[in-house]
Nanobody
Framework: QVQLVESGGGSVQPGGSLRLSCAASRNTFFSMGWYRQAPGQQRELVARIVSDSNKILADSAKGRFTISRAKNTVDLQMNSLKVEDTAVYYC??????????WGQGTQVTVSS
């Protein structure tokens, strides 16, 4: 069974930084990424990566967030955090078959 485990969430003041990490139980995924879901909102894409030269960032993340990966891990460096970044962040991994796997989520809270 595929498992993805997130870490690095927590509480931070506006302007602060957090680094989220996700470790997968195998390393044969086509892409890995991060989604988030704020209270009362739909789950939205934050970033997705195939390789260092093939990655996507949401407009809200550009200039502030950086996504990177190794074979079975994906990290999200979040700088200049804003209150509106508050959400549960989910790690995801997509297999070549198209199957999508999800982590349990980690809470990020930005408040003063």
């Amino acid at each position: 069974q595929v498992q993805l485990v997130e870490s690095g969430g927590g509480s931070v003041q506006p302007g602060g930084s957090l680094r989220l990490s996700c470790a997968a139980s195998r390393n044969t995924f086509f892409s890995m990424g991060w989604y988030r879901q704020a209270p009362g909102q739909q789950r939205e894409l934050v970033a997705r990566i195939v390789s260092d030269s093939n990655k996507i960032l949401a407009d809200s993340a550009k200039g502030r967030f950086t996504i990177s990966r190794a074979k079975n891990t994906v990290d999200l460096q979040m700088n200049s955090l804003k209150v509106e970044d508050t959400a549960v962040y989910y790690c995801t991994a997509r297999a070549l078959s198209g199957a999508e796997y999800w982590g349990q989520g980690t809470q990020v809270t930005v408040s003063s």
